[in-house]
């Protein structure tokens, strides 16, 4: 079986691979309709969306008991709702995320920018759940922080002439 719909993964890291375009590099006519976010001070356009993961899927032997990988591939491509389900989770290297796959495919030809075809085997998850196991609180995993794109800088400068008195708080 395999890598294939409804079965349950193990995803032991993911990297987000998504690029950003400067909106300097489009015509006005080009950005209509574009979401442009502001990436490291630069105003930009995503320009793919996407994330690779490291996953593994196994099996249980029925004689052993023990789990057995029937699949491993470092190279899997996250995609669509998969990506944005997956792209703020924190994984555990250790213990990894389990997902149980809706929709993926696999191809074996890949064209490059250059033209050059090959031919090896390409996994793509396109659509991913977190499993509701019974009795298992955890299977929501954590969402990494979101990082604040400015910096507030709460101090409040107060004229030396006021007196204590006059302060709203003592």
Same mark, same amino acid.
Request: some cysteine; overall charge negative; glycine content about 6%.
């Given at each position: ?9 193990? #995803? ?11 909106? !300097? ?16 001070? *630069?105003?930009? *356009? /995503?320009?793919?969306?996407?994330? /690779?993961?490291?996953?593994? /899927? !196994? ?7 023990? $789990?057995? *990988? ?7 491509? #996250?995609?669509?709702?998969? $990506? ?14 389990? /997902? ?17 075809? !090959? ?36 101090? *409040? ?14």
């Amino acid at each position: 079986m395999g890598f294939s719909v409804g079965r349950f993964a193990k #995803i032991w890291k993911l990297e987000d691979k998504t690029t950003y375009t400067p909106v !300097s590099d489009f015509s006005e006519a080009d950005l209509k309709g574009k979401q442009i976010v502001n990436k490291d001070g *630069v105003d930009c *356009v /995503v320009t793919s969306c996407y994330a /690779v993961a490291n996953l593994s /899927v !196994s099996k249980r032997d029925k004689l052993s008991g023990t $789990y057995k *990988v029937e699949f491993k591939d470092g190279f899997v491509a #996250i995609v669509g709702k998969a $990506y944005q389900l997956l792209k703020d989770v924190i994984i555990d290297e250790n213990h990894g995320l389990t /997902v149980k796959i809706l929709n993926c495919d696999v191809t074996n030809m890949y064209t490059n920018a250059s033209g050059k075809v !090959s031919y090896s085997p390409h996994y793509t998850i396109y659509d991913a759940e977190f499993p509701n196991f019974e009795g298992d609180d955890t299977s929501t995993p954590t969402k990494k922080k979101k990082k604040s794109a400015e910096k507030v800088d709460d101090f *409040v400068n107060i004229a030396d002439e006021i007196g204590d008195e006059e302060l709203p708080f003592n």
